[in-house]
C-alpha cells in the first residue's frame, strides 16, 4: 500500500489541534498512523487523509458513554 505522507503534513498543518503519529515496523513493514484532537479528545487510526473522521468518531463515542451511563443509572432515577 503506497500513502502520501505529505498529505497527513498538509492535514497538520491545517489542523493544528490535531496531533498525528506514524509508526513503522521494520520487522514486518508495516505501519500505523494515529491521528488524534485536543479539541475533541478522540482519536483514530487511519491509512488515509480521506478516512479521517474526527467528529464522527466523537459522535460514537459519545453515544456509546451515554448507553453506558443511561444503563447504568436508569433505576436509579431519585436516589442520592
Known sequence: ???DLNTFRDYAKEHPECWIKIT???TDS???IWVFSTK????QHVFSVDEINL???KEEQDKKL???LQAK???KVGVV
Open 66 to 68: 451515554f448507553a453506558k
Open 1 to 3: 500500500m503506497d500513502v
Open 73 to 75: 443509572f436508569e433505576n
Open 30 to 32: 508495516k505501519f500505523g
Open 24 to 26: 513503522f515496523n521494520d
Open 55 to 57: 467528529e464522527k468518531e
Open 40 to 43: 475533541l479528545m478522540v482519536g
